[in-house]
């Protein structure tokens, strides 16, 4: 974020080694190196982003298929939290978010890339022949929307996608905010 902290999550359990489904936590790693859980009992944290002004944290929640929203104290510490937006049939993965206060989240399963507003309403689909694992926006103006792409079957043919990964790039109609 803006103070140098960064937040960090701990899925919970090893999706890839077929563990059970386990909620998992969000920590707070300060400037001096310290670490503390701030949140737990999210649906398979991914994802996260801080607000430009600091005050709100959003957390993809993939088990959950939502956006999750903190608010932020001085100290790092997250209070009030509520769903941000509900995504229906949406798995998000990584995100970003927009000088207009949207958020985009990439999507594996859906093999897409989605640009929401608070609340959950679409505001741009980026339907895509692979699955989307991360995006970010960038670029001189910040106006470049870059997805990390790869080939998905399902869990079980993850090791047979090797080497089919891509970063593919899309104008995008707002600039880059926020911290990731």
């Known amino acids: 974020d803006g103070r140098g902290n960064a937040y960090v999550n701990g899925g919970g359990f090893n999706l890839m080694a077929g563990e059970k489904f386990a909620p998992g936590i969000v920590a707070l790693v300060t400037p001096d190196g310290s670490a503390r859980q701030v ?3 999210i649906a398979f944290p991914n994802g996260m982003a801080v607000t430009p002004d600091n005050a709100t944290l959003i ?4 088990y959950g298929k939502r956006l999750t929203a903190f608010d932020i104290a001085a ?10 937006a509900d995504l229906g049939d949406g798995v998000p993965d990584g995100i970003c978010l927009d000088a207009e206060g949207a958020v985009w989240y990439a ?3 859906n ?10 309403d679409v505001l741009q689909t980026i339907d895509l022949d692979l699955g989307c ?3 970010t926006l960038g670029g001189v103006d910040g106006k470049t929307l870059f997805m990390v792409v ?8 993850t090791a047979d996608a090797a080497r089919t990964g891509e970063v593919r790039t899309l104008r995008a109609p707002a600039a880059d905010a926020g911290w990731p």
């Not at 093999?111 to 959950?120: I, S």
């Open 39 to 41: 949140a737990d009992g």
């Open 59 to 62: 957390v993809a929640e993939s």
């Open 75 to 84: 100290d790092g510490s997250l209070s009030n939290r509520r769903v941000w």
């Open 107 to 109: 999507d594996v399963p």
């Open 111 to 120: 093999k897409r890339c989605v640009r929401v507003r608070a609340g959950g």
């Open 133 to 135: 694992f991360a995006c």
């Open 150 to 157: 790869r080939e998905w079957r399902g869990l079980e043919s």
